[in-house]
């Protein structure tokens, strides 16, 4: 079995099934991943946020309990995802697996510190993102199954997310997410995930410490988001150059850090 399309003969995992519109023709068996359950969200007494690998992207998108997450940031970015076709269809767990796309999804769980619930051969274990997208290898081997994500509690938080895409049914160019705690006045506590940039997504740290040790304003913000593009080096490809993926990136990265900062307008 393999959990990922190939050449002819091939049989495949499938969660919601919107990579056979890709992979279909290769495809001769696809099995069913959701036949598990694993659907829904659900909230912790501490407020970890639990969500079902098996969750389509529509549901997370109309879940009053996801809505709670840094200010309604997985709310907004699953409501983003493509069409309400697609979001009916593709799952939680496919989204963040599907990563030769550069799906939505990531960087906003990588921004909420998300940890991911694998079932492996050899038992089930936690994942946290930032090792799954930076030691997938290690981490992940072929077969295992996500079977949820667990958000840390963030209602005390501020999020925001932004896509650049060419046409709305369409994966990002360039996207980031970004999540703040400025509330006690203190050095800020900040995250910041860029999505599209290269294959996988990734959290900007060197970006996340200038901001802690230098504080929130346009200045800064803008230095960190290029302090962030410059550490993930753009690709060029057919939807974008690497120059105009590297222009969308800085300017997704300020707009986010600037909303989730609270400093717009
Ligand atoms: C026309 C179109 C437009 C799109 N636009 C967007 C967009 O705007 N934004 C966006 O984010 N995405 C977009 N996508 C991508 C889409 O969101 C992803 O294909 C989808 O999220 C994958 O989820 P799925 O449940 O359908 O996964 P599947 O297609 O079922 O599986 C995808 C891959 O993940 C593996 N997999 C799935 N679930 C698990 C699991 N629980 N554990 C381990 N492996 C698993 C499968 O084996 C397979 O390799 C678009 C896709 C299409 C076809």
Same mark, same amino acid.
């Given at each position: 079995?393999? %959990? @990922?399309?190939?050449?002819?003969?091939?049989? $495949?995992?499938?969660?919601?099934?919107?990579? &056979?519109?890709?992979?279909?023709?290769?495809?001769?068996?696809?099995?069913?991943?959701?036949?598990?359950?694993?659907?829904?969200? *659900?909230?912790?007494?501490?407020?970890?946020?639990?969500?079902?690998?098996?969750?389509?992207?529509?549901?997370?998108?109309?879940?009053?309990?996801?809505?709670?997450?840094?200010?309604?940031?997985? *709310?907004?970015?699953?409501?983003?995802?493509?069409? @309400?076709?697609?979001?009916?269809?593709? +799952?939680?767990?496919?989204?963040?697996?599907?990563? @030769?796309?550069? +799906?939505?999804?990531?960087?906003?769980? &990588?921004?909420?510190?998300?940890?991911?619930?694998?079932?492996?051969?050899?038992?089930?274990?936690?994942?946290?993102?930032?090792?799954?997208?930076?030691?997938?290898?290690?981490?992940?081997?072929?077969?295992?199954?996500? /079977?949820?994500?667990?958000?840390?509690?963030?209602?005390?938080?501020?999020?925001?997310?932004?896509?650049?895409?060419?046409?709305?049914?369409?994966?990002?160019?360039?996207?980031?997410?970004?999540?703040?705690?400025?509330?006690?006045?203190?050095?800020?506590?900040?995250?910041?995930?860029?999505?599209?940039?290269?294959?996988?997504?990734?959290?900007?740290?060197?970006?996340?410490?200038?901001?802690?040790?230098?504080? $929130?304003?346009?200045?800064?913000?803008?230095?960190? %988001?290029?302090?962030?593009?410059?550490?993930?080096?753009?690709?060029?490809?057919?939807?974008? /150059?690497?120059?105009?993926?590297?222009?969308?990136?800085?300017?997704?990265?300020?707009?986010?850090?600037?909303?989730?900062?609270? &400093?717009?307008?």
């Amino acid at each position: 079995m393999r %959990a @990922h399309a190939g050449s002819p003969g091939t049989a $495949l995992y499938i969660s919601g099934g919107t990579i &056979l519109v890709h992979a279909g023709a290769t495809i001769d068996t696809a099995v069913d991943l959701c036949a598990i359950g694993a659907r829904g969200v *659900s909230t912790e007494p501490d407020g970890t946020i639990v969500i079902g690998a098996c969750t389509p992207v529509a549901e997370l998108a109309r879940s009053g309990e996801a809505a709670v997450a840094a200010g309604g940031i997985l *709310s907004r970015a699953a409501h983003g995802v493509a069409n @309400h076709t697609i979001r009916n269809l593709a +799952t939680v767990g496919g989204n963040l697996v599907a990563w @030769h796309f550069p +799906t939505d999804l990531p960087p906003v769980f &990588l921004a909420l510190d998300a940890v991911m619930r694998v079932h492996t051969s050899d038992g089930a274990k936690d994942v946290t993102l930032d090792a799954f997208y930076t030691r997938r290898r290690e981490v992940f081997r072929r077969g295992d199954l996500i /079977t949820g994500v667990r958000v840390p509690s963030s209602s005390a938080l501020r999020g925001a997310f932004h896509k650049v895409g060419r046409k709305r049914l369409d994966v990002a160019i360039a996207s980031a997410a970004a999540v703040v705690n400025a509330s006690d006045g203190g050095a800020p506590d900040v995250r910041l995930a860029l999505g599209g940039l290269r294959v996988a997504p990734l959290r900007a740290r060197d970006a996340e410490s200038y901001l802690t040790e230098n504080g $929130l304003d346009a200045a800064t913000i803008r230095k960190a %988001a290029v302090i962030a593009v410059d550490a993930a080096s753009p690709r060029g490809d057919r939807r974008a /150059t690497a120059d105009y993926r590297r222009a969308a990136a800085v300017a997704a990265a300020v707009r986010v850090l600037t909303e989730a900062a609270g &400093l717009e307008g």
